[in-house]
């Protein structure tokens, strides 16, 4: 069966970096691709990203551009969300999501990872 | 950038017809979907491509649009329905999805 597994919640100071991975099974991963959306605590869902693991190729938020960088492994099928000079009101659940094609519905998403941002 | 505007809440008894709106100007121009979260879980895709199911989904949950506005339609609804509700688009403009605000459903 699909599944998304992310990695386990961090705890970080303001202006460091965090690094998040979501390892995908039961498909065939360069077939897919995977975004990252975002969950601030009480809010609502804000897409950051997306990349096509066959290729590598990202197309990220304007919001986050620059800050953020998504890459892939295709050896372990794990993509990976990089979110650099984190702030404060970057503390949100982040997910990994895939789609079929980039502008068809999210058919699985992981179980989301937390990412604290404090000092 | 484009807007996708829910209402924050709804409110339905047991049994009753529950009905989540989302506005966007031409909405109709694009597919909508619709995905449910309850508390501490992942989004979970109810409607897409305005109308469908996936499978597993029960047929008490159905979407339409008119003008600038598209509809999740929730019928006979349980406890179990209660969570928050949002809607999605793909902005080509910009070419990536838009979420609306999302709407909580309380189940009376």
């Known amino acids: 069966q699909v599944q998304l597994m992310q990695s386990g919640a961090e705890v970080k100071k303001p202006g460091a970096s965090v690094k998040v991975s979501c390892r995908t099974s039961g498909y065939t991963f360069t077939s897919y691709y995977i975004h990252w959306v975002r969950q601030a605590p009480g809010q609502g869902l804000e897409w950051m990203g997306m990349i096509y693991p066959s290729s590598g190729t990202t197309n990220y938020a304007q919001t986050f551009q620059g800050r953020v960088t998504m890459t892939r492994d295709t050896s372990t099928s794990t993509v990976f969300m990089e979110l650099s000079s984190l702030r404060y009101e970057d503390t949100a659940v982040y997910y990994c999501?895939?789609?079929?094609?980039?502008?068809?519905?999210?058919?699985?998403w992981g179980q989301g990872t937390l990412v604290t941002v404090s000092s | 950038s484009y807007v996708l505007t829910q209402p924050p809440s709804v409110s339905v008894a047991p049994g009753q017809t529950a009905r989540i709106t989302c506005g966007g100007n031409n909405i109709g121009r694009n597919s909508v979907h619709w995905y449910q979260q309850k508390p501490g879980q992942a989004p979970v895709l109810v409607v897409y491509d305005d109308s469908d199911r996936p499978s597993g989904i029960p047929e008490r949950f159905s979407g339409s649009h008119s003008g600038n506005t598209a509809t999740l339609t929730i019928s006979r609804v349980e406890a179990g329905d209660e969570a928050d509700y949002y809607c999605?688009?793909?902005?080509?403009?910009?070419?990536?999805?838009?979420f609306g605000g999302g709407t909580e459903l309380t189940v009376l």
């Open positions: 999605q688009v793909w902005e080509t403009t910009s070419d990536h999805p838009v």
């Open positions: 999501a895939r789609t079929v094609e980039r502008a068809t519905p999210i058919d699985y």
